[in-house]
């Protein structure tokens, strides 16, 4: 009897991922909304989406509903949504502009920095101290023009947390200034309702052996990628633009005005960061398009992507319709890929999880950060 003499794998080409549970488990959704998600960093609303005082916008963190909003001296505020009285939501609409806030139930109410500035018979409780009676703070930060709040009573380092990711994949957190983040405009925004586990669209983002399959056009702008190897497999590498293309659009035609900073080897590239546990960076020569998704349910995503371009480009009205449609079919093709992966998690194939190959192996640090979190 002759028995085929299959090939072996090379010793160490594939390292397991996560089993199939973490993906589908509610319980495990429920740990990562309390030790990641209201731990964490989290990157919730350009600042620009709260021009003026009084603006407001409510964010889902974790299992909380928070109201980021502008206070008068023009400082970002965020608070939970839940009045100190009896506990019923204080702002009803997604976003709106509030001189003060005030409880719909008995009246409480709150001024901008979320002091409790009056309520009915107020003047006959003395006692009351307003701003312990405040709306519950949560801690800010903005950075890249971009507003992060953090649900724990003491935040982690923010350097040490989503600096420490930007240094970690680019090499060193000055090279990201180049691209002036803060200072762009949104010219585009995009929502996607993923119907998939947050991180199945991380581990799609960190990889692109995936990318011959699904992005025709992507690998059409940036030939390396049809070989597999993600621009985020090597620190400080941005990935080439082919021969010919001129610019990172939907048809490799040329984009609009090249941000003024770039170094050469910033320009014709593509650049990606993944900022745990939510946020991804995407640097080409005339935009920067940033993902924040909102894991909403075990298997259940909100993605909001945004286009930002040099103020110039946007107040300017130019067509940045072929740039934003080329991320916009990588979205699409991913946030495909990840649905149609969503429902083999909880199958008896995957118990155990599947399997990285070499081009996807630094997947598994992000795998050892979410068990690492979870203890
Ligand atoms: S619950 Fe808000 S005022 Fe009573
Ligand atoms: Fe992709």
Same mark, same amino acid.
């Given at each position: 009897?002759?028995?085929?003499?299959? *090939?072996?794998?090379?010793?160490?080409?594939?390292?397991?991922?996560?089993?199939?549970?973490?993906?589908?488990?509610?319980?495990?959704?429920?740990?990562?909304?309390?030790?990641?998600?209201?731990?964490?960093?989290?990157?919730?609303?350009?600042?620009?989406?709260?021009?003026?005082?009084?603006? +407001?916008?409510?964010? !889902?963190?974790?299992?909380? !509903?928070?109201?980021?909003?502008?206070?008068?001296?023009?400082?970002?505020?965020?608070?939970?949504?839940?009045?100190?009285?009896?506990?019923?939501?204080?702002?009803? *609409?997604?976003?709106?502009?509030?001189?003060?806030?005030?409880?719909?139930? @008995?009246?409480?109410?709150?001024?901008?920095?979320?002091? $409790?500035?009056?309520?009915?018979?107020?003047?006959?409780?003395?006692?009351?101290?307003?701003?312990?009676?405040?709306?519950?703070?949560?801690?800010?930060?903005?950075?890249?023009?971009?507003?992060?709040?953090?649900?724990?009573?003491?935040?982690?380092?923010?350097?040490?947390?989503?600096?420490?990711?930007?240094?970690?994949?680019?090499?060193?957190?000055?090279?990201?200034?180049?691209?002036?983040?803060?200072?762009?405009?949104?010219?585009?925004?995009?929502?996607?309702?993923?119907?998939? %586990?947050?991180?199945?669209?991380?581990?799609?983002?960190?990889?692109? +052996?995936?990318?011959?399959?699904?992005?025709?056009?992507?690998?059409?702008?940036?030939?390396?990628?049809?070989?597999?190897?993600?621009?985020?497999?090597?620190?400080?590498?941005?990935?080439?633009?082919?021969?010919?293309? /001129? =610019?990172?659009?939907?048809?490799?035609?040329?984009?609009?005005?090249?941000?003024?900073?770039?170094?050469?080897?910033?320009?014709?590239?593509?650049?990606?960061?993944?900022?745990?546990?939510?946020?991804?960076? %995407?640097?080409?020569?005339?935009?920067?398009?940033? @993902?924040?998704?909102?894991?909403?349910?075990?298997?259940?995503? +909100?993605?909001?992507?945004?286009?930002?371009?040099?103020? /110039?480009?946007?107040?300017?009205?130019?067509?940045?319709?072929?740039?934003?449609? $080329?991320?916009?079919?990588? %979205?699409?093709?991913?946030?495909?890929?990840?649905?149609?992966? !969503?429902?083999?998690?909880?199958?008896?194939?995957?118990?155990?999880?599947?399997?990285?190959?070499?081009?996807?192996?630094?997947?598994?640090?992000?795998?050892?950060?979410?068990?690492?979190?979870? =203890?």
């Amino acid at each position: 009897m002759i028995i085929e003499q299959l *090939e072996e794998p090379l010793p160490g080409s594939i390292l397991p991922t996560l089993g199939g549970s973490w993906y589908t488990d509610p319980d495990v959704f429920a740990l990562e909304q309390e030790r990641i998600f209201s731990t964490q960093w989290m990157c919730v609303l350009r600042g620009d989406d709260l021009p003026a005082a009084g603006d +407001y916008r409510l964010v !889902q963190v974790g299992r909380e !509903q928070v109201v980021v909003s502008r206070n008068r001296r023009g400082e970002i505020r965020a608070f939970l949504n839940v009045c100190r009285h009896r506990g019923m939501r204080v702002c009803t *609409e997604p976003a709106g502009t509030a001189r003060k806030f005030q409880c719909g139930y @008995h009246a409480w109410t709150y001024d901008l920095d979320g002091k $409790l500035v009056a309520a009915p018979n107020l003047t006959k409780m003395p006692d009351v101290d307003r701003d312990a009676y405040g709306l519950r703070g949560v801690a800010v930060q903005e950075w890249m023009g971009y507003v992060w709040v953090c649900l724990a009573p003491e935040p982690p380092s923010f350097t040490g947390t989503v600096l420490g990711d930007l240094v970690t994949r680019l090499g060193e957190a000055e090279t990201f200034d180049a691209w002036q983040v803060a200072d762009l405009r949104l010219g585009k925004r995009i929502a996607y309702d993923v119907h998939a %586990n947050w991180k199945l669209i991380i581990e799609n983002f960190m990889e692109c +052996y995936h990318c011959a399959t699904i992005h025709p056009e992507l690998t059409e702008v940036i030939p390396e990628f049809a070989d597999g190897w993600a621009a985020q497999t090597y620190v400080g590498r941005g990935a080439e633009f082919g021969d010919g293309v /001129e =610019g990172f659009t939907v048809d490799g035609s040329a984009g609009v005005t090249p941000l003024p900073l770039l170094t050469a080897d910033q320009e014709r590239r593509y650049f990606a960061v993944t900022i745990k546990p939510t946020v991804f960076v %995407n640097m080409v020569p005339d935009h920067v398009v940033v @993902h924040r998704m909102f894991p909403t349910a075990v298997d259940r995503t +909100y993605v909001e992507c945004d286009w930002l371009f040099l103020p /110039e480009v946007v107040e300017a009205g130019t067509d940045v319709s072929r740039s934003v449609e $080329l991320f916009d079919r990588v %979205n699409r093709q991913d946030f495909e890929a990840c649905e149609r992966t !969503q429902p083999a998690m909880s199958s008896v194939a995957y118990a155990d999880g599947g399997s990285l190959v070499p081009a996807e192996h630094h997947i598994e640090a992000f795998h050892a950060w979410v068990r690492e979190q979870l =203890g």
